[in-house]
């Protein structure tokens, strides 16, 4: 299957994106991994990972992620933020953010929201999922905690089979018709890029924004707790770390900052 262009690669990094390389493979085990260890090897932020296939792709909460081969987008960046390690956990929230401002372009007339903390949404089925992860040492070169944010978008899964539990959507099917995946990638880069310099001049800026597009917000839900406990009741915002705020059904205000969140079907 072919990489990106030639031509694009060179505008990615020639251009006003944060991109500073890319590295793109037929299959990895996962651009996650491949990019924590560019990051550890001291590779400059907007370091970019792209494959057509993963091996052992990663989920939240330790999941596995799975797409067939060539049907998604499967990218990683090295990011080395300068702003306090405490707003960094907003970085996945920022990403679902300019996820979703892409999608929307693409399907005017559907639904496209976001499940907290940055499941990308379109009319209520999953298609884009986001995992950031640490890649602690050497310290940057430019100061700042080193991260990796790993998106998987599915493009076109036409004619795929699904097994999953959640129900899981793609691109090309919301808008019924073929997506060129390397227009996807440029406009992920570009509108991410855009949001993550300005994440630096006001780290929750972007928030309201955000807040619009969360799904969770006002709806009744289920979470399930990294340490196996369980919160259902009412989501009633986001707060400025990027914590779930929940109004639980045991009366306790909760601010959560991990969980698997299920939207409870009104009864
Ligand atoms: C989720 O569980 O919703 C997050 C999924 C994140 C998947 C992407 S695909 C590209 C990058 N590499 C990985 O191994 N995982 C992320």
Redesign the pocket.
């Known amino acids: 299957m072919a990489g990106p262009p030639d031509a694009l690669i060179r505008s990615l990094v020639d251009g006003p994106s944060l991109v500073t390389g890319v590295e793109y493979e037929q299959q990895v085990p996962?651009?996650?991994?491949r990019a924590v260890e560019a990051a550890r090897r001291g590779v400059e932020e907007g370091y970019l990972v792209v494959a057509d296939h993963?091996t052992?792709?990663?989920?939240?909460?330790g999941?596995r992620?799975e797409?067939p081969p060539g049907s998604?987008l499967?990218?990683?960046i090295v990011l080395r933020p300068t702003v306090a390690t405490r707003l960094v956990p907003l970085v996945p929230l920022l990403a679902g953010l300019a996820v979703a401002e892409v999608v929307d372009g693409y399907c005017l007339d559907r639904t496209v929201g976001l499940k907290w903390p940055?499941?990308l949404l379109v009319d209520g089925a999953?298609v884009a999922?986001?995992?950031l992860e640490r890649a602690a040492d050497p310290p940057s070169a430019g100061g700042g905690t080193p991260v990796v944010v790993?998106?998987?978008l599915n493009v076109d899964w036409r004619g795929v089979e699904r097994e999953d539990s959640e129900p899981r959507w793609s691109l090309a099917e919301a808008v019924g018709a073929g997506v060129d995946r390397w227009r996807v990638l440029a406009g992920v880069v570009g509108v991410f890029s855009r949001r993550y310099d300005d994440w630096h001049a006001d780290p929750t800026g972007f928030l309201p924004a955000y807040r619009e597009r969360c799904e969770t917000i006002g709806r009744r839900i289920r979470v399930d707790v990294p340490n196996r406990r369980v919160v259902t009741g009412q989501a009633t915002g986001v707060a400025g770390d990027g914590r779930l705020l929940v109004a639980s059904d045991t009366g306790e205000a909760e601010q959560l900052a991990a969980g698997d969140v299920t939207h409870v079907r009104a009864e």
């Open positions: 996962s651009t996650n991994i993963q052992a792709g990663r989920g939240r909460m999941r992620w797409a998604s499967l990218l990683s940055n499941d999953k999922g986001i995992l790993g998106i998987g």
